[in-house]
C-alpha cells in the first residue's frame, strides 16, 4: 500500500506520526509550492538568486536544530544533514550575498516543536530532485549554484526513510505531540513570510 492510500483509508489514531503530519501540512505545501513556482527560479539566474536567498535564510534558521546535542542523540548523524554551508557556497558561485534581517520568525530552541521545524527542511529534500532538474536549464547542478539540491550520496531516499522511522519512534506525550505539529506548521509558515518579503521586495 503506498503512503497516498494508507492515508485516505487510515484514521488520525491509526496513522503514523509522519501520515499525519503530511496530512495536516498538505495545504501549507501546496502554498509554498504555488509561490515559488511563480517566482519563475527557473527561467533566470536573477528569479534563482531571490530563491537561493530564501534558502539561505530557512537553513540559516535550522542550522542550530540541526546541530543540537539531544536531538542528534535521537537522530544520529543529523548534524552532517544541514543545508546551510551548501546554499552559502551556492550563492558564493553566483556571486551573490544573503539577505539580511530575513530573520522572521525565531525557530524553538528546545522542545519537540524542533522535530516539526525538522520534518519541514528534510522532506524539502525530496522535492529538491525536482528543482535540481530544473536548475539544470539555466546551467546550474550539484557541484555549482544548485550543491543544496543534491541528494546524499547514498541517495535521497534512504536518509528520508531513515528519517521517518526515528521520526516515528519518538516517544512524545500529548502536549510534545502537539508542539510537533504546531513545529511543523510554523516552518511552514516561516518560509511563507520569506516568500512574502520576497515579492515585497521585487514589487
Ligand atoms: C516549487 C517548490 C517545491 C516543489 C515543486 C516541491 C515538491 C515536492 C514533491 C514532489 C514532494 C514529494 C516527493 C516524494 O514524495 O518523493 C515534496 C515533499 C515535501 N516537500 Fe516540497 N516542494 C517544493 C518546495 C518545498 C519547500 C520550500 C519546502 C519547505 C519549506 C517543502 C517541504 C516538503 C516536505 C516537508 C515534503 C515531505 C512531505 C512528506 O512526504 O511528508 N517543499 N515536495
Not at 26 to 43: G, L, S, W
Not at 48 to 72: C, G, S, T, W
Not at 174 to 192: C, P, R, S
Request: with cysteine.
Amino acid at each position: 500500500m503506498n503512503s497516498e492510500q494508507s492515508t485516505q483509508s487510515a484514521t488520525p489514531e491509526t496513522m503514523t506520526r509522519l501520515e499525519r503530519v503530511k496530512a495536516n501540512t498538505r495545504e501549507d505545501h501546496q502554498q509554498i509550492d504555488n509561490m515559488v513556482m511563480a517566482m519563475k527560479p527557473f527561467d533566470s539566474r536573477a528569479n534563482y538568486v531571490r530563491f537561493l536567498q530564501l534558502q539561505h535564510a530557512f537553513h540559516r534558521v535550522m542550522k542550530p536544530l540541526y546541530e543540537a546535542e539531544d536531538i542528534n542523540q535521537l537522530v544520529p548523524g543529523l548534524a552532517s544533514r544541514s543545508r546551510y554551508d551548501d546554499v552559502c557556497a551556492d550563492l558564493a558561485d553566483l556571486g551573490a550575498a544573503g539577505r539580511e534581517g530575513a530573520q522572521g520568525m525565531a525557530a524553538p530552541q528546545k522542545g519537540a516543536g524542533r522535530m516539526g521545524w525538522l520534518y519541514v527542511c528534510e522532506g524539502s529534500n525530496l522535492g529538491a530532485a525536482f528543482l535540481l532538474k530544473a536548475a539544470a536549464r539555466i546551467g546550474l547542478d550539484d557541484s555549482f549554484g544548485a550543491r543544496h539540491l543534491r541528494a546524499h550520496s547514498d541517495g535521497r531516499g534512504k536518509h528520508w526513510r531513515e528519517f521517518v522511522a526515528q521520526l516515528n519512534a519518538l516517544e512524545l506525550d500529548a502536549a510534545e505531540e502537539e508542539a510537533f505539529m504546531k513545529g511543523a506548521h510554523d516552518a511552514f509558515d516561516f518560509f511563507h513570510s520569506l516568500l512574502l518579503d520576497d515579492q515585497r521586495l521585487a514589487a
